[in-house]
């Protein structure tokens, strides 16, 4: 397998597709505006994003295979590497494609990196919703950079009503059971990698399948497949844009409720049980409980009842009449208050999807997407999230696809001090399950 910081002595700028790097260039220069890169000449910016390369005591110099790969055109990129080949495809369930192009149509560069942008557009358009288009490219982007490029059969990605198909050569460098838990990426090319994440479109920290998993658990979709195929030496990801299949007993159903709305829960596709006067009775039972979660919700918010004797055998004790702000800390368990803030961040990345809803998703889109937002834009965004709900630190991170810690140190405490969000615990700094609310009072004034 060739190396792809490879040096091909050969090839020059000549062999480059200059709009390619001119789009390149104008997105690196959006994402960071006060770069000194901007200012330089051509080579040399190939040469500090690895697309070129120079061998050391000699004058030999030229571009790098990842930078062949991002931006050269079909015909010269499979001089190098024969068995290229990109290609897209889509059918509404029968055997003829509504839309198909390949990286051999002559009708555009043949890279991978237009060959990204092109799809990116496609899936952005089709896909409503943000956050599953968002999981898409995601994927889309693993798939390009961990891909064998000298192997057979070529990167392809095709759409069916009911699914999504991400193919490529090359085998995991990673046991397939921990690709959506694993926290180490592999990289088999680790300048194409770079030359993507330095436009902000992926991470080295292995965490991006793992994301989609949790955002298609969001969604109710069935769980995200991987197979590998050994003896064609290839890796395929399936997306299944069908709900998970699950028995519910009837019990089960008349365990939800309206005051999932009231908690801030906005869970689109919970089924709410209605509250009628015959059904006020038997209200401390714990399971069948007319007005009671099932254990099916997420931990933090797993019961609530309505009458404030009855307590459910979860940590999590909320009083309803308190609307969830209730700062009487004796609703808690004892052992709960040796929790600190250290442990807070220590488990920012453990955040419970299921308490994530679409909405927030939606709201908080637009941090995800670009890594450099003004900090007016960055707290409006904030703002909105906790409009619709209290929300803790290692959620606003989950969301917002940024560090506790800059969250916290860079836009929170700020949002505190002008009054304009408060604590749920303001007594107490570093309880476990502190969060922070929207002050309805800063709009009265």
Known sequence: MLQDNLILEHYGLNELNFDTIKSYRDRFAEVKQAHPWNALETKEFLYKVGAWGKVRDTHKEGVTLAGLLLFSEERIITEVLPQYFLEYRESKGNEEWTERFTSQDGTWSGNIFDFYFHIHEIVRNSEP???????????????LIHADYNGEGGVILEKQPSHYVF????????PTDSVFSNTVSQLRNPNIVKLFSLLGLCERSGSGL?????????????????????SMHRTVVTLSLSTQERQVSSSEKDTY???????????????????????????DSYNKNKYSYNKGLIEEFKSYNNDV????????????????????VNSYINNHNSYNNEQEEDSSNL??????????????????????????????????????????LKEFAYLLERTPDGVRNNYLTKLLRKGQLQLKYPNQPNHPKQAYLFNKKDIEK
């Open 167 to 174: 193919s490529n050569p090359g085998l995991l460098l990673v």
């Open 129 to 143: 919703q943000p956050s599953i288009a968002s999981s898409l490219t995601e994927v889309l982007i693993n798939m």
């Open 210 to 230: 793992k994301k989609v998993k949790q955002n298609w658990s969001l969604h109710h979709y069935k769980t995200p497949a991987i197979d590998q195929d050994v």
């Open 351 to 392: 955040v419970n999807v299921e308490n994530i809803d679409t909405k927030l998703w939606d709201i908080a889109a637009l941090a995800r997407e670009k890594k450099r937002l003004s900090p007016n834009q960055m707290e409006h965004i904030i703002l909105e999230l906790c409009k619709e709900k209290p929300l803790m």
């Open 309 to 328: 004797n009855s307590f459910n055998k979860e940590d999590n004790y909320y009083n309803n009449e308190s609307n969830l702000y209730n700062n009487d």
């Open 257 to 283: 409720h309206t005051s999932a709305t009231d908690s801030g829960n906005n869970f689109k596709d919970v089924e709410k049980y209605q509250n009628t006067p015959e059904n006020n009775v038997e209200i």
